[in-house]
């Protein structure tokens, strides 16, 4: 099992231009969730989601999109980067004992 | 809004010492959980407990939901324990996590 993974590892954007994030996993897992980790402020959930088709907000959802069409794929997308959305993004599964995290993305917006 | 607090913020020990790293929050939750981060990123899952304790091997979790606290206890610290530990809370939906600022833990040889 691959577990999960996202891409791109690392991304250099300019502000105003668009991207999606791509995260996947192979365990069935139901939950998904997308966080960005900036210095100092921790962990933060961006969106979230309990099952295909059904998505929700986290703690600092602006300026990001999600959509579940399957079981599998959970991408997040930034409509129109900003400097402030510069950041390591972590997508994560729930499984029956534990989260699982993908590798992280390293997205830096000029 | 659940928050999340750790304490200490910073850990420094040395090899083979007993170590402990607290958590606290404010709202009732479904689950709690310890999360390692070591240098380069990775973030990897250590415990998820509603209640009680869990060990494996040198690490040991303790939640009391009433005091709404938990401990994570590192037993014979070794440098390759040197990482940062995040606490993060549940509250009704399980995708739906709070976090901790996260404990960085040093342990010297």
């Known amino acids: 099992n691959a577990g999960v993974t996202q891409t791109p590892k690392f991304q250099v954007l300019k502000t105003g231009q668009s991207m999606t994030l791509q995260c996947a996993q192979d365990?069935?897992?139901?939950?998904m969730s997308w966080y960005r980790q900036d210095p100092g402020m921790g962990l933060r959930l961006i969106h979230y989601s309990v099952g295909a088709g059904i998505t929700d907000q986290g703690e600092v959802p602006n300026g990001y999109n999600v959509s579940r069409s399957t079981t599998e794929d959970f991408p997040l997308r930034l409509l129109s980067a900003a400097p402030s959305q510069t950041s390591v993004y972590f997508c994560a599964t729930q499984g029956y004992n534990e989260q699982f995290f993908g590798p992280g993305t390293r997205l830096t917006v000029l | 809004k659940n928050e999340v607090e750790q304490s200490p913020q910073n850990l420094t020990a040395q090899e083979g010492e007993f170590i402990t790293i607290n958590c606290s929050y404010s709202v009732g939750i479904s689950a709690l959980h310890w999360l390692q981060q070591h240098p380069g990123g990775g973030i990897v899952s250590l415990f998820m407990?509603?209640?009680g304790k869990k060990k494996h091997g040198r690490l040991i979790a303790t939640i009391n939901i009433q005091e709404k606290h938990s401990s994570l206890h590192i037993t014979a610290s070794h440098p390759r324990d040197s990482a940062v530990y995040i606490c993060?809370?549940?509250?009704?939906?399980?995708?739906?996590?709070?976090f901790g600022q996260g404990t960085i833990l040093t342990v010297h040889p």
């Open positions: 365990m069935n897992h139901e939950y």
């Open positions: 993060a809370v549940g509250g009704t939906s399980y995708g739906k996590l709070t």
């Open positions: 407990l509603s209640s």
